[in-house]
C-alpha cells in the first residue's frame, strides 16, 4: 500500500480533489470526520476540552459548539497549542485504527488539514496540496459556508503559508479555476503517479532514472531537505546520518536531475536491516557491493538514488 496526503488551506477544495480519488479507488480517511468523532458527546476528548476552554464551548445538546471553540481556541499561540495537544494525539491514534485496517494493495487517501502544521508530511509517500489564493478562499468561506469575516481570517492566519506548503508538496494542484479543472489535474495525478507507485512499490520495481544533464534548478535543495526528512521517516534510529548528497547538492552545477541521498549506517548488516522499510516506503533496493546497498526511487516523477553504506573506519 501507499500512503497520500492531502492538504490544502481552510476552503481551498480539497473535498473535489479526495471525491475524484476515492471514486477512482482510494481507501479514504478523513482527518476532519475523525476530529469530529474524537470529541462527540460522551468521549474523554470532548471531556478534555470542556476542561481545557470550559463549558461554553458547549451547545445546549451538550454537543462540542465548533464556533465557540474557535473563538476560544484561535485567539493566540497558546490556546492554538492547547487545542492541538487535546486532539492531534486522539486524531492520529485513530486516523492509525483505519490505516491498519486497510487492503494491503490500497492507495490510502489520508485527507489533513493540518498536516504541514503537525509536521507529518515525511510520513506519506505523495504529499497533494490543493491551493488558492488566501482571498478566494476567504470568499468561499464567508459567502459559500457563512462564516463570520473575522473568524475566517483568524482561521486563515492560523495555518501554514503557501511557502510552507510548497517546501512539503510533492503534487501541487491549483484550484483557481473550475471545480471540473480541478478534479481533471487530480485524475492526471492518480493515473500517472499514484497508480503506478503504487504498483512499483508494491512489485519492488525501481523507476527510470533520467540521465541528461540540465542547468541547475534551485528547488534540488528543497526537494533534497524533503527526501531526507521522509529517509529518517523511513530509518529512523537505523542511521547515524541522512544527507542529500551528488551534483544536485552542489549549487550551481549543473546535473541531470536525481536527488542522491547518503544514508550512513553502523555497518553493512544494517543496511540490510533497512531494506524492507526502505522498500516499502517508496525506495526498493536496486544493488548490492561490498560498499555500499543502492536503493531507488519507485515514484516515476521523483528520480532519487538512496546510498546506503557503512561509516568510514575511525583513523
Known amino acids: 500500500m501507499i500512503r497520500v ?7 481551498a477544495g480539497k473535498s473535489t480533489v479526495a471525491k475524484t480519488f476515492i471514486e477512482h479507488g482510494a481507501y479514504h480517511v478523513d482527518a476532519d470526520r475523525i476530529a469530529r468523532e474524537v470529541v462527540e458527546p460522551g468521549t474523554p476528548g470532548l471531556a478534555r476540552l470542556v476542561e481545557a476552554f470550559g463549558a461554553e464551548i458547549l451547545d445546549a445538546d451538550g454537543a462540542l459548539d465548533r464556533p465557540a471553540l474557535a473563538a476560544r481556541a484561535f485567539v493566540d499561540d497558546d490556546s492554538r497549542k492547547l487545542l492541538n495537544s487535546i486532539t492531534h494525539p486522539l486524531i492520529g491514534a485513530r486516523t492509525q485504527e483505519l490505516t491498519d485496517a486497510a487492503p494491503a494493495d490500497a492507495i490510502i487517501l489520508h485527507d489533513v488539514p493540518l498536516l504541514v502544521e503537525g509536521n507529518m508530511a515525511p510520513f506519506y509517500h505523495v504529499v497533494a496540496v490543493v491551493h488558492a489564493d488566501a482571498d478566494v478562499r476567504l470568499d468561499r468561506l464567508v459567502n459559500l459556508r457563512g462564516m463570520a469575516p473575522e473568524d475566517a481570517r483568524s482561521r ?4 501554514a503559508t503557501d511557502d510552507q506548503r510548497r517546501d512539503v508538496a510533492d503534487v501541487w494542484l491549483d484550484n483557481s479555476g473550475t471545480p471540473d479543472e480541478l478534479a481533471a489535474q487530480a485524475l492526471r495525478v492518480w493515473n500517472e ?4 507507485l503504487r ?3 508494491a512489485g519492488r520495481v525501481c523507476a527510470e532514472l533520467p540521465a541528461q544533464s540540465q ?9 533534497g531537505r524533503r527526501i531526507v526528512n ?8 537505523g542511521a547515524t546520518a541522512v544527507e542529500h548528497v551528488g551534483p544536485t547538492a552542489a549549487v550551481g552545477q549543473s546535473a541531470p536531475p536525481v536527488i542522491d541521498i547518503r544514508v550512513t549506517v553502523a555497518d553493512l548488516g544494517s543496511a540490510d536491516s533497512l531494506a524492507d522499510a526502505l522498500a516499502d516506503g517508496g525506495f526498493p533496493r536496486l544493488s548490492s557491493s561490498e560498499d555500499e546497498r543502492l536503493h531507488v526511487s519507485a515514484d516515476p516523477a521523483r528520480p532519487v538514488r538512496v546510498h546506503v553504506r557503512p561509516a568510514a573506519p575511525s583513523a
Open 193 to 196: 503517479r499514484l497508480i503506478p
Open 199 to 201: 504498483d512499483n512499490v
Open 215 to 223: 542547468e541547475y534548478d534551485p528547488r534540488w535543495a528543497v526537494l
Open 5 to 11: 496526503g492531502l492538504t490544502g488551506g481552510i476552503g
Open 230 to 237: 521522509r529517509v529518517w521517516a523511513l530509518v529512523g534510529a
Open 156 to 159: 486563515i492566519a492560523a495555518q
